[in-house]
């Protein structure tokens, strides 16, 4: 069975930094793309980044722009985010996924999801 888990979230404050993992397992999940989403209590969910499986383009939301950095190591089967000066708006749950679309125009949903892990920024 195919499964995503989510590690690195934690209580932090404005201006620090963390580092999310997203470790696969069940499957080899190095052709897909894989990103980041966030759902902050009250609001919708939202997509952060995202990374192809074969060229590793990656795209990411504005409000993350310069502060975020997705990678991957396929030989690991695993997804990461570097999450720099970050603010007390981004307190939320961040959530792994694999298999989907992204871009310009928006996402289509993941067939993978992972269960977050919970990022909290004090001001």
């Known amino acids: 069975q195919a499964q995503l888990k989510e590690s690195g979230g934690g209580l932090v404050q404005a201006g620090d930094s963390l580092r999310l993992s997203c470790a696969g397992s069940?499957?080899?999940?190095?052709?897909?793309?894989m990103g980041w989403f966030r759902q902050a209590p009250g609001k919708e969910r939202e997509f952060v980044a995202g990374?192809?499986?074969?060229?590793?383009?990656?795209y990411y939301a504005d409000f993350v722009k310069g502060r975020f950095t997705i990678s991957r190591d396929n030989a690991e089967n695993t997804v990461y985010l570097q999450m720099n000066s970050l603010k007390p708006e981004d307190t939320a749950a961040y959530s792994c996924?694999?298999?989907?679309?992204?871009?310009?125009?928006?996402?289509?949903?993941?067939?993978?999801w992972g269960q977050g892990t919970q990022v909290t920024v004090s001001s």
């Open positions: 996924a694999a298999d989907f679309v992204f871009g310009r125009y928006g996402t289509n949903n993941p067939r993978y």
């Open positions: 069940g499957r080899t999940f190095g052709t897909y793309s």
């Open positions: 990374i192809t499986g074969s060229s590793g383009y990656v």
